[in-house]
């Protein structure tokens, strides 16, 4: 294997890139990874082993100070499908996701192309079938039913996904999740959101939830590095 050390560094690097802003050079990196993956003969518990986790991996985003459900729902939905954990930081307004290796990068991405995707369509949901004359009150329910509607189907898919090509395998598993443990102690002691009866205006969540359905599934990398099925580009 150690022959093969300059391709793990160069693929662990691509992993990286798939956090980049720039949605297009996060697709092009997952892309090149996954072809060198193929091309080497070489799985992702081969970039794993090549450097053992000896500690969770923490990265961050800007969102708000103030998280809606359905973006509280997506937040753990997305977290639990790579192996992950989410914390939000009201006082901050940052998202932070704990993770081992490239899941918590694949994670971050994950997460803020659903939010973008669903926020996207949401506002031609809106535009299409919500009168500007209605009551304020009245659109943000149909706005927040939707986006409960859509993030429901994702969370679904992201379980089946999970099931069929566990991101994780093997005595990792343990591994991953003592140090993720570790990880989130160090935040202290985190407050927990209880989340309030939602009253659901029944036309839109079901257009979100079949909207949900139609939100582009793309090949990444499996746990073998095998071709897998992830949620975004």
Same mark, same amino acid.
């Given at each position: ?13 691509? $992993?990286? $890139? ?18 060198? $993956? ?13 450097? &053992? ?18 973006? !509280? ?42 939010? !973008?995707?669903?926020? &996207? ?17 009245? !659109? ?48 202290g002691e985190l407050r ?33 590095? &095998? ?7």
């Open positions: 294997m150690n022959n093969k050390s300059p391709i793990i560094e160069k693929i662990k690097k691509l $992993l990286a $890139l798939a956090n980049s802003s720039n949605e297009h050079e996060a697709a092009l990196a997952a892309s090149h990874a996954q072809r060198l $993956l193929s091309e080497h003969n070489l799985a992702m518990v081969d970039i794993e082993a090549a450097h &053992k986790p000896d500690k969770a991996d923490t990265v961050e985003m800007n969102i708000s100070k103030t998280l809606p459900k359905w973006l !509280r729902h997506l937040s753990a939905g997305v977290s639990t499908a790579f192996d992950c954990q989410a914390v939000h930081h009201p006082a901050t307004g940052k998202m932070s996701f704990i993770g081992v290796g490239a899941d918590v990068q694949i994670a971050l991405y994950t997460f803020a192309y659903l939010d !973008r995707t669903v926020r &996207k369509l949401c506002s031609c949901y809106m535009k299409q079938h919500v009168t500007a004359t209605m009551a304020n009150r009245h !659109r943000e329910l149909h706005r927040q039913s939707y986006y409960l509607g859509a993030v429901s189907t994702i969370i679904t898919r992201l379980r089946a996904q999970k099931v069929e090509t566990p991101i994780t395998t093997g005595a990792l598993v343990v591994v991953k999740e003592g140090l993720i443990r570790q990880a989130m102690h160090e935040f927990s959101v209880r989340s309030r009866k939602s009253y659901i205006n029944g036309e839109a969540y079901t257009k979100g939830q079949s909207d949900g359905k139609q939100i582009g599934i793309h090949h990444g990398i499996g746990a073998e590095g &095998k071709p897998q099925k992830i949620i975004g580009h």
